[in-house]
């Protein structure tokens, strides 16, 4: 049965008008309910499965949604647990942590310097890259501060000795 908006050229390939050309499809069956479908030929690959509608497609045991709503190692994305933050700091999938975000990410530096004193950090903890470097996390790159103000203070005291010029 073919569509309504197709028509059939004289080869006997079928097409539909738009405002840029003919759009040309290929006759298929669907493998779930089996009735003719039609799919667009660039779209049209040999081998692979085709359905007529998407809910066909979720019906066929070819098509599986096995990976929704897996996090961490079982996402089909998953890149090894490592990945870049926006500010330029290594995130690492640490999952069931204390500290960790939504994700289950945390900053690389701060699980390196909990593995150096060999205990989480409190939230109020500054871990600050020596060489201003920020995914250079070796532990003697690394120090830790009580606080933030303890951090800006080291900072700002940093700042004062660079502009003294001898």
């Given at each position: 049965?073919?569509?309504?908006?197709?028509?059939?050229?004289?080869?006997?390939?079928?097409?539909?008008?738009?405002?840029?050309?003919?759009?040309y499809?290929?006759?298929?069956?669907?493998?779930?309910?089996?009735?003719?479908?039609?799919?667009?030929?660039?779209?049209?690959?040999?081998?692979?499965?085709?359905?007529?509608?998407?809910s066909?497609?979720g019906k066929?045991?070819?098509v599986?949604h096995?990976?929704?709503?897996?996090?961490?190692?079982d996402?089909?994305?998953?890149?090894?647990?490592k990945?870049?933050?926006n500010?330029?700091y290594i995130?690492?999938?640490?999952?069931?942590?204390?500290?960790a975000?939504?994700?289950?990410?945390m900053?690389?530096?701060?699980?390196?310097?909990?593995?150096?004193?060999g205990?989480?950090?409190?939230?109020?903890e500054?871990?600050?890259?020596?060489?201003?470097?920020?995914?250079?996390?070796r532990v003697?790159?690394?120090?830790?501060?009580?606080?933030?103000?303890?951090?800006?203070?080291y900072h700002?005291?940093?700042?004062?000795?660079?502009?003294?010029?001898?």
């Amino acid at each position: 049965m073919l569509r309504k908006d197709l028509k059939v050229t004289k080869d006997g390939r079928f097409y539909r008008e738009n405002l840029y050309g003919r759009l040309y499809y290929i006759e298929t069956f669907c493998e779930t309910c089996g009735i003719i479908c039609y799919q667009q030929s660039p779209k049209f690959k040999k081998g692979h499965h085709h359905f007529c509608g998407h809910s066909c497609a979720g019906k066929s045991s070819y098509v599986t949604h096995s990976n929704k709503g897996k996090f961490g190692k079982d996402a089909h994305r998953w890149k090894g647990g490592k990945k870049l933050h926006n500010q330029g700091y290594i995130l690492v999938y640490s999952k069931g942590h204390p500290n960790a975000n939504n994700h289950g990410y945390m900053m690389e530096h701060r699980l390196v310097m909990e593995k150096h004193l060999g205990r989480y950090l409190t939230k109020e903890e500054r871990v600050h890259h020596k060489n201003g470097i920020k995914n250079d996390n070796r532990v003697e790159n690394l120090q830790l501060f009580k606080n933030r103000s303890e951090h800006i203070t080291y900072h700002r005291k940093l700042d004062k000795r660079r502009k003294v010029k001898c």
